[in-house]
Nanobody, 123 residues
Framework: QVQLVESGGGLVQAGGSLRLSCAAS????????MGWFRQAPGKEREFVAA????????YYANSVKGRFTISRDNARSTVYLQMNSLKPEDTAVYYC????????????????WGQGTQVTVSS
């Protein structure tokens, strides 16, 4: 399977921005649909965003739509999550995920997970 390593998390004030990166290795990156999920303390992991193999299709959770943007660079085997207008409720560990198809990533059927990166938004 593909191996995934996230970076870019940190502490930011409400209203600020962060960009998460996820570098893939081990298999052909463009064969995978990619996604981001998050897990806040005491809550279940939830879907955030997904992007298709070529980047032509994207899908977002309602809670982040209009604020977050997912993108990918297949030449660099990297997927990104640009997060703007951050809110305290966005605080969570963010996980990168790879799946066989776009719709499978959206529904949480994941082949590989990253280790996660912490995002903390202060009020």
């Amino acid at each position: 399977q593909v191996q995934l390593v996230e970076s870019g998390g940190g502490l930011v004030q409400a209203g600020g921005s962060l960009r998460l990166s996820c570098a893939a290795s081990g298999r052909t990156f463009s064969n995978y649909a990619m996604g981001w999920f998050r897990q806040a303390p005491g809550k279940e992991r939830e879907f955030v965003a997904a992007i298709s193999w070529g980047g032509g299709n994207t899908y977002y959770a309602n809670s982040v739509k209009g604020r977050f943007t997912i993108s990918r660079d297949n030449a660099r085997s990297t997927v990104y999550l640009q997060m703007n207008s951050l809110k305290p409720e966005d605080t969570a560990v963010y996980y990168c995920a790879a799946g066989g198809r776009f719709d499978l990533v959206v529904t949480g059927t994941i082949l590989s997970w990253g280790q996660g990166t912490q995002v903390t938004v202060s009020s």
